[in-house]
T-cell receptor, first 116, second 113 residues
């Protein structure tokens, strides 16, 4: 099985711009979660999508949004970028079913976003 | 504050030695997972231990879970330079918002050849 893929791998944007990141989960996985990783805050949960519905959301401002398509591919969008949004954005998929506890997460390589 | 906290934050050992990392958490959990992350890359799942399990092995990895102390430890035996990475524990639990998975701050392990 192919692993989780994320595009692009690297991105440089300027403050005020918006960005869209893409994630393709492992075939058959319907749960896709997004995380932000920074040296100061560590690994923080952004949101989870399951069957095109957002199931969980972390403590991030509304500038961070996402969606999931019928083929389970997911995108996350950050609008009005701030310097503090510079981070490694990780996507993870799992075979978890709605209502069940989190099991093994399969992570993609991440998208390194730099905001200038 | 985070559900899981690793200790120590950094660990440096010689190749062949054992490495032990600890994770403490605050609320009741369904399971606890350990992940490895090589510099700037995605996380790789190592092992999952359920709340009703006390010990689990996978190759050179040994994980213990003490639910009474709300703590877990990851032991890597006979370490190799390739084990150099950051190690994270993640706790799966349920709260009013539903099922959650929260990662700790990680332990940076350096294995010197």
């Amino acid at each position: 099985k192919a692993g989780v893929t994320q595009t692009p791998r690297y991105l440089i944007k300027t403050r005020g711009q918006q960005v869209t990141l893409s994630c393709s989960p492992i075939s058959g996985h319907r749960s896709v979660s997004w995380y932000q990783q920074t040296p100061g805050q560590g690994l923080q949960f952004l949101f989870e999508y399951f069957s095109e519905t957002q199931r969980n959301k972390g403590n991030f401002p509304g500038r961070f949004s996402g969606r999931q398509f019928s083929n389970s591919r997911s995108e996350m969008n950050v609008s009005t970028l701030e310097l503090g949004d510079s981070a490694l954005y990780l996507c993870a998929s799992s075979s978890r079913l709605a209502g069940m506890s989190y099991n093994e997460q399969f992570f993609g390589p991440g998208t390194r976003l730099t905001v200038l | 504050s985070q559900q899981g906290e690793e200790d120590p934050q950094a660990l440096s050992i010689q190749e062949g030695e054992n490495a032990t990392m600890n994770c403490s958490y605050k609320t009741s959990i369904n399971n606890l997972q350990w992940y490895r992350q090589n510099s700037g890359r995605g996380l790789v799942h190592l092992i999952l231990i359920r709340s009703n399990e006390r010990e689990k092995h996978s190759g050179r990895l040994r994980v213990t879970l003490d639910t009474s102390k709300k703590s877990s430890s990851l032991l890597i035996t006979a370490s190799r330079a390739a084990d150099t990475a950051s190690y994270f524990c993640a706790t799966a639990y349920r709260n009013n918002a539903g099922n959650m998975l929260t990662f700790g701050g990680g332990t940076r392990l350096m294995v010197k050849p």
